[in-house]
């Protein structure tokens, strides 16, 4: 027979709590300690009380933070994230001075008052060039560092929209046409024939060797270029980079060079390679040497332009029939894409993901 196998009783063996804490705060009560527990309590409490102290203690030291701005009072106006005292209150005095005190901003309160006041459109004129605006630049102060002090051009124009959405009758008042009409008048709104509508061209370029090339593309490969201006920023290291509106060879080797025959419509910012922040900045800049024109684009400042590209943006803009229609594309790789005579050879979009 086989002998049954004999139950095994477990052993749990009690262990003690720790002899280096107070046995009341870990222990239940007993008779000689009846109130362990809600002394524990009150030194947790207690605990607990202090950390919140030294977390309100480091909240209040901390800068305090601009609040956040009322947008809806700064529809459509050049609202600088540096001066948080511009955004909401319209009685600020105080004025801004550079660092080292040598130069001094408009007060703040001048400033609010031109952001606030609502414009007239101003008159289009055509030909047109920041060259006659140098003695009516402005200064911002310099988003990123919060310290240099800008001199740059003024917008256009303040908001007109007067907050609420633009006619198409207000919208047809801007827009210049290099062909005036028996009166001289400019800005002749749908009676401006498509090939005589003004284009502005904005780039944004970062010491790119290539951007002369770019505007001389512009110009050369337009079907109507004398209705074409272009805005650079150029964000160069003086002596070590060549200039947007450097030509390749001497004007007087080569008159017919773009940058020499137009010469006038080309307005050039030109500002030092160590103030650049990103292209957002540079674009803001670029956006302030418009001037009225009749359609708007913005580029790179290394692409080529292919043949009668102007004409056929606008056609593509029309086709729309939409008054509110931006055109917008990913552009293709020059190789394979443009012939010797600059026509495109491409007929599809690019695909995203075949790009590296």
């Given at each position: 027979m086989l002998e049954m196998e004999k139950p095994i009783k477990k052993r749990v063996k009690t262990v003690p709590p720790p002899?280096?804490?107070?046995?009341?705060?870990?222990?239940?009560?007993?008779?000689?300690?009846?109130?362990?527990?809600?002394?524990?309590?009150?030194?947790?409490?207690?605990?607990?009380l202090l950390y919140i102290l030294g977390f309100y203690e480091t909240v209040i030291s901390l800068p305090r933070a601009p609040e956040v701005p009322a947008?809806?009072?700064?529809?459509?106006?050049?609202?600088?994230?540096?001066?948080?005292?511009?955004?909401?209150?319209?009685?600020?005095?105080?004025?801004?001075?550079?660092?080292?005190?040598?130069?001094?901003?408009?007060t703040v309160a001048a400033l609010l008052k031109r952001n606030?006041?609502?414009?007239?459109?101003?008159?289009?004129?055509?030909?047109?060039?920041?060259?006659d605006e140098v003695n009516q630049y402005e200064d911002i102060l310099h988003p990123g560092d919060l310290k240099t002090i800008m001199s740059v051009p003024k917008f256009w124009s303040p908001p007109i929209h007067h907050k609420k959405l633009m006619?198409?009758?207000?919208?047809m008042k801007i827009g210049t046409c290099a062909e005036p009409d028996s009166d001289g008048i400019v800005v002749r709104g749908d009676e401006c024939p498509d090939d005589q509508r003004t284009i502005f061209v904005g780039i944004a370029s970062y010491r790119d060797f290539q951007c002369r090339l770019t505007?001389?593309?512009?110009?050369?490969?337009?079907?109507?270029?004398?209705?074409?201006?272009?805005?650079?920023?150029?964000?160069?290291?003086?002596?070590?980079?060549?200039?947007?509106?450097?030509?390749?060879?001497?004007?007087?080797?080569?008159?017919?060079?773009?940058?020499?025959k137009y010469k006038d419509q080309v307005d050039v910012y030109q500002m030092e390679a160590e103030l650049s922040i990103g292209p957002v900045f540079a674009r803001h800049i670029g956006y302030r040497l418009y001037r009225g024109e009749?359609?708007?684009?913005q580029s790179d400042a290394h692409v080529t332009f292919t043949l009668n590209w102007d004409a056929d943006i606008i056609s593509q803009m029309e086709k729309t029939k939409n008054d509110m229609a931006v055109l917008s594309t990913y552009l293709t790789d020059i190789q394979g894409s443009i012939d010797p005579q600059g026509h495109s050879l491409r007929n599809t979009r690019p695909i995203m993901c075949n790009t590296f």
């Open positions: 002899t280096f804490l107070p046995s009341g705060v870990v222990c239940q009560p007993s008779s000689s300690r009846p109130a362990a527990i809600e002394a524990g309590l009150l030194l947790s409490v207690a605990i607990l947008w809806s009072r700064h529809m459509g106006q050049n609202l600088n994230l540096a001066r948080p005292s511009e955004w909401d209150d319209p009685t600020a005095t105080d004025s801004l001075t550079a660092s080292g005190g040598n130069s001094s901003l408009k606030h006041d609502f414009g007239e459109i101003p008159v289009g004129v055509w030909p047109v060039s920041l060259k006619s198409r009758e207000t919208a505007v001389e593309s512009v110009f050369l490969r337009a079907k109507n270029p004398e209705r074409v201006r272009v805005g650079v920023v150029d964000q160069i290291v003086d002596g070590e980079d060549v200039a947007c509106n450097q030509p390749v060879e001497p004007c007087e080797k080569n008159p017919e060079q773009a940058l020499c009749y359609y708007a684009t």
